[in-house]
């Protein structure tokens, strides 16, 4: 098969012809229809700031395709069925792997970074990571929903436990928090605020919903304009990983609101005000990946009309144009919210 590779040591993706290992009794093997480029794959090729566990790997995360053939132990799925692969990789027999809480994993991982990934005609994988995709989806948002959508889904309904009519603030609006945006609008929202340093990422993030947009500039506390645009935080998603912006939202929060981290930074996260948290018992917490909970519900949510991700599809290319794309999207031309990778053009 044709495959994007990293190899070892370059900080560009070659295409290369590469033979696939004779298919496991419990593997599946999926012709891909497309694949998103994610920032992650930006840090794994062009930055070399993630690393992969194996090399030369084949990145891509976010794919869905038709499957192609089934070892002699799949039982759930046949020949010829649309699917959504996971992002998330796990052991699968952990405690909690059983109870459907992969993220929690001691061995979580990321497909491509600990496996092939879709850059590539095909991929093999278990079928326990696979989810039937409905004909009304196109493969385009199918593969954006294992992690684009998936991540901030989790980090909203999950972690931060959101309630109709709640007022939610996303701190963050690029690929993961501009579907936090949608989402949180899907799940009943009563107000959102969508807060960026790039006023392109704000407008996209308006164009799915965002009620109030803050365009961060240079020291500006975010908490303190937060709470007076919003009167009240019930809900906040950081996907900036910036935490000087964390810190001044705590402000912000109205009593028992929860505040969710799902961008990692390298700052020092600090709480200047513990007896304000304390006593209006506000919750902080992380959030990682999303459980297999997540791909089925959303496929509903987007049957039931509720949530579109047509705005997000910001163009569909060759695999040999990989590179080209993930410049583009490091770089922000045309404010993308996803590139898709299709190995059939």
Not at 7 to 27: C, F, V
Not at 192 to 212: H, K, P, R, T, V
Not at 245 to 267: K, P, T, Y
């Amino acid at each position: 098969m044709k495959a994007a590779v990293l190899p070892a040591g370059k900080r560009s993706l070659e295409i290369q012809e590469l033979k696939l290992p004779n298919l496991n009794p419990n593997q599946v093997k999926i012709k891909v229809k497309a694949c998103g480029i994610c920032g992650s794959d930006i840090h794994l090729v062009l930055h070399g700031k993630m690393k992969a566990s194996y090399s030369p790997c084949v990145p891509g995360h976010e794919t869905s395709g038709v499957v192609e053939e089934i070892g002699e132990s799949v039982t759930k799925f046949k020949k010829g069925d649309r699917v959504v692969v996971s992002a998330g990789t796990s052991c699968g027999t952990c405690k909690h792997c059983l109870v459907g809480k992969e993220n929690l994993c001691e061995q979580i991982g990321v497909l491509g970074f600990n496996q092939p990934g879709g850059f590539a005609e095909y991929i093999q994988i278990e079928e326990r990571y696979l989810h039937l995709l409905p004909d009304g989806i196109p493969f385009t948002e199918g593969a954006i929903l294992a992690d684009a959508v998936s991540t901030p889904y989790h980090a909203i309904k999950y972690q931060g436990e959101i309630k109709t009519g709640e007022v939610v603030a996303i701190i963050g609006c690029g690929g993961l928090g501009i579907h936090a945006v949608a989402i949180a609008k899907a799940l009943g929202a009563g107000k959102i605020f969508a807060i960026d340093i790039d006023q392109g990422s704000l407008d996209n993030a308006q164009a799915y919903g965002a009620d109030e947009l803050i365009l961060v500039e240079k020291n500006m506390q975010v908490g303190k304009v937060l709470k007076e645009k919003s009167g009240g935080i019930d809900l906040l998603c950081d996907f900036s990983g910036y935490t000087p912006n964390i810190e001044s939202s705590v402000r912000a929060m109205n009593r028992g609101g929860r505040m969710v981290l799902v961008g990692i930074g390298r700052m020092k996260l600090e709480i200047p005000m513990p007896f304000f948290l304390i006593e209006r018992q506000i919750r902080i917490t992380g959030s990682y990946g999303s459980d297999r909970r997540a791909i089925p519900e959303l496929i509903q949510l987007y049957t039931d009309k509720k949530l579109n991700l047509t705005k997000s599809i910001s163009g569909v290319h060759k695999l040999e144009e990989t590179n080209e794309y993930l410049h583009a999207l490091e770089e922000k031309k045309g404010n993308p919210i996803r590139f898709i990778i299709n190995p059939e053009l």
